[in-house]
C-alpha cells in the first residue's frame, strides 16, 4: 500500500482564496483524521471520521474550515475564505479500528499571504 | 512538515549512547499510549505503542515505560544513531474517545555524530 496520499505537499495562496486540501486514507482503513501542524500549537486534531461520519469536529477553528467525506477513499479539508493565520502544515492520517495506531500522510504546506 | 521548533525541549546525545525522552499525560482514564517519530518534511511515523495494562514494551532499540500512577510515559532508544535525530511525540488515547489521538508538544532529539 502507498500509505496516507495527500495533495497537495505545497500551497501558496492569497488572503481570501478558497484551498481545498485532498486525501487518500490507506485502503481498508475506517477512520480518518485531519491535524493541523504548527510553531507555536504544535499538533491539533481538527476534525476525524469513523466510517465516512464525522464524529467529532470540535477541533475546527472557526466557520471557514469544513470537511468533507463523501466515500470511503477520500476526504478534503476546505478553508473559505483563507486567512494568514491558517498557514501551517496539514496532516491527513487514517487507522483502523478502535484505539490503533494512525498512520500519517506526508503533509500538505500551506502559506496564505 | 516542520514539527514545532524554537519552543520544544531538546536531547543532544551522542552517536552509540542510549536516549530516554519523557512524556507527561495529563488524563488518567487514557488507555494506550503511542510513540511517534517526525523527521524533516515527513509526517509523524509511528514507534511503537502501549495500552494501560501494561508498564513496559519492547521493539527493536526501543522500550517504552509507562507509570500511570504518575501519568508518566518514557522512549527510550538503545545505541542512538544519526538517523535516530527527529521530533518524538507521545500521543495518548482514552477509551471511549474512538480513535482520538492526542498529542503532546514534541521532544527534538539530536545525536552527534
Known amino acids: 500500500d502507498a500509505g496516507v496520499i495527500q495533495s497537495p505537499r505545497h500551497e501558496v495562496t492569497e488572503m481570501g482564496q478558497e484551498v481545498t486540501l485532498r486525501c487518500k486514507p490507506i485502503s481498508g482503513h475506517n477512520s480518518l483524521f485531519w491535524y493541523r501542524q504548527t510553531m507555536m500549537r504544535g499538533l491539533e486534531l481538527l476534525i476525524y471520521?469513523?466510517?465516512?461520519?464525522?464524529?467529532?469536529d470540535s477541533g475546527m477553528p472557526e466557520d471557514r474550515f469544513s470537511a468533507k467525506m463523501p466515500n470511503a477513499s477520500f476526504s478534503t479539508l476546505k478553508i473559505q475564505p483563507s486567512e494568514p493565520r491558517d498557514s501551517a502544515v496539514y496532516f491527513c492520517?487514517?487507522?483502523?479500528?478502535?484505539?490503533?495506531?494512525?498512520?500519517f500522510g506526508q503533509g500538505t504546506r500551506l502559506t496564505v499571504v | 512538515g516542520e514539527s514545532v521548533g524554537l519552543h520544544l525541549p531538546t536531547l543532544s546525545v551522542q552517536e552509540g549512547d542510549n536516549s530516554i525522552i519523557n512524556c507527561a499525560y495529563s488524563n488518567s482514564a487514557s488507555d494506550y499510549f503511542i510513540w511517534y517519530k517526525q523527521e524533516s518534511g515527513k509526517g509523524p511515523q509511528f514507534i511503537i505503542d502501549i495500552r494501560s495494562n501494561m508498564d513496559k514494551r519492547q521493539g527493536q532499540r526501543v522500550t517504552v515505560l509507562l507509570n500511570k500512577t504518575v501519568k508518566h510515559l518514557s522512549l527510550q532508544i538503545a545505541a542512538t544513531q544519526p538517523g535516530d535525530s527527529a521530533v518524538y511525540f507521545c500521543a495518548e488515547n482514552m477509551e471511549n474517545a474512538g480513535n482520538m489521538l492526542t498529542f503532546g508538544g514534541g521532544t527534538r532529539l539530536m545525536v552527534k555524530p
Open positions: 492520517a487514517s487507522s483502523l479500528v478502535q484505539a490503533s495506531e494512525a498512520f
Open positions: 471520521f469513523n466510517n465516512n461520519v464525522p464524529i467529532d
